[in-house]
Each structure stands twice: as structure tokens, then as C-alpha cells.
């Protein structure tokens, strides 16, 4: 059974950083596209970015280029979304994704088929 668990939250001032972690078990872990998804309340969830199974691709929203880089170590089975330059609009639940599709649009949900439970990131003026 794959599970996906995400860590490395909290609260944090504007222009600030934080590194997000996700770990996944029960799968084979390079077999996975992975993504990066937040959701702040009464806003549907929105794609934050996206990395190929072996890392050499990588996708992000316009909102957040150029300030947050996503990496993944296979080794480990985790990926990691490195958030710099942080805004107060960036508060939000994250929570990341497995996707076993082979070729599909990785900012929509529903190309993933595995969710972590999220990690909330405040981020204060």
C-alpha cells in the first residue's frame, strides 16, 4: 500500500524560507511523477509544481517560479520543495502527489493517484 507524508511546515515572515519534505513508502518510488499542490480555505486546490520520475523534468505554477525549486532523491523517496522569498499569499495546506501516468498534465489533480494528508505553511507579514 503507498502511503505519502509530508513534513517541514509552519509558520514563517514574508521573504522568509522553508523546505518541504515528502516521503513515500509502499511503492517503487522512481515509477512516480511527483507534484506539489496547496489549498488555502475557500480556494480550490492549485497545482505549485511538478517533477519527472527521474527528476530531469520539473514544472512549476507561474505564481511561484523562479522562488521555489522542487528536487527529488530516489534514493531516499522523498521529494522536496524548497520555498525562498515568501509571501503572505502563500499560506496554504501543501500537500504532494504520486502519479503513475505516463504522460498526462501534471498541474490537474486528477493525474495523480496518491495524496499525503498536507502540511500547513503560515506565512506572516
Known amino acids: 500500500q503507498v502511503q505519502v507524508g509530508e513534513s517541514g511546515g509552519g509558520l514563517v515572515q514574508a521573504g522568509g524560507s522553508l523546505r518541504l519534505s515528502c516521503a513515500a513508502s509502499g511503492g517503487t518510488f522512481n515509477s512516480y511523477a511527483m507534484g506539489w499542490f496547496r489549498q488555502a480555505p475557500g480556494i480550490e486546490r492549485e497545482f505549485v509544481a511538478a517533477i519527472s520520475k527521474s527528476g530531469g523534468i520539473t514544472l512549476y505554477a507561474t505564481s511561484v517560479k523562479g522562488r521555489f525549486t522542487i528536487s527529488r532523491d530516489n534514493v531516499k523517496n522523498t521529494v522536496y520543495l524548497q520555498m525562498n522569498s515568501l509571501k503572505p499569499e502563500d499560506t496554504a495546506v501543501y500537500s504532494c502527489?504520486?502519479?503513475?501516468?505516463?504522460?498526462?498534465?501534471?498541474?490537474?489533480?486528477?493525474?495523480?493517484?496518491?495524496w499525503g494528508q498536507g502540511t500547513q505553511v503560515t506565512v506572516s507579514s
Open positions: 502527489a504520486m502519479s503513475s501516468v505516463p504522460i498526462g498534465d501534471r498541474t490537474r489533480v486528477g493525474t495523480y493517484d496518491y
